[in-house]
């Protein structure tokens, strides 16, 4: 059993808590980076004591970057966290590891992710689907219609919700749903890949 439920996140939630019935790529991706945010934090907070972070930290991500109001697209909590801790750089990819292990989700590691092709007829095919990904700045590596897809993040908290999102969009069609492989990468290589695959 992972610590996200293989349920889709959507729909969102308004702060009267009642159900918003709109699953655009934009609310769909706020609810998510709300939900990744707040479980990313709980596992940071007592599973890697190399990455000191307040809770501040976390309401201010909420406030400003999930809400849109600092660029169009928002860091994934887990890269505004190194970013915002003063973390060397050397140490990130252990504490990538160390993450991964303690939120139970061991997606494999693809090292060399940033050097496979954009898949440009899926993004095309797929505009809410492609946008999803933009917004969670997690790529889709390889797709093959109706069979599979692999997504690549940093943090597994979000290619795992986006896997969900995705089953439920394919199954909202009441077509085939691609088998959907999370992988991990390192942080390098996912900032490569962010930028050829969602540069404006």
Request: glycine share 4%; with cysteine.
């Amino acid at each position: 059993m992972t610590i996200m439920d293989k349920k889709s996140v959507a729909p969102s939630q308004d702060d009267s808590g009642k159900n918003r019935d709109d699953f655009s790529p934009k609310a769909v991706g706020h609810s998510i980076r709300k939900t990744v945010a707040l479980k990313t934090f709980e596992i940071v907070n007592t599973h890697c004591p190399d990455l000191a972070i307040e809770e501040s930290l976390v309401t201010d991500y909420l406030k400003e970057n999930v809400a849109g109001t600092v660029g169009e697209v928002p860091e994934d909590f887990l890269s505004h966290a190194f970013s915002r801790s003063g973390l060397p750089h050397h140490l990130r990819e252990d504490l990538l590891e160390q993450f991964a292990f303690a939120a139970g989700l061991r997606f494999p590691f693809l090292g060399f992710a940033d050097r496979m092709a954009v898949p440009i007829d899926f993004y095309t095919q797929e505009g809410d689907i492609a946008e999803l990904c933009r917004i969670l700045q997690t790529p889709v590596l390889q797709e093959e219609s109706g069979c599979f897809l692999t997504l690549a993040s940093i943090n597994p908290l979000t290619a795992e919700a986006l896997a969900a999102e995705i089953v439920r969009i394919f199954r909202s069609r009441s077509v085939v749903t691609p088998v959907i492989f999370p992988v991990r990468t390192g942080f390098e290589s996912w900032q490569s890949l962010c930028r050829r695959h969602f540069a404006s």
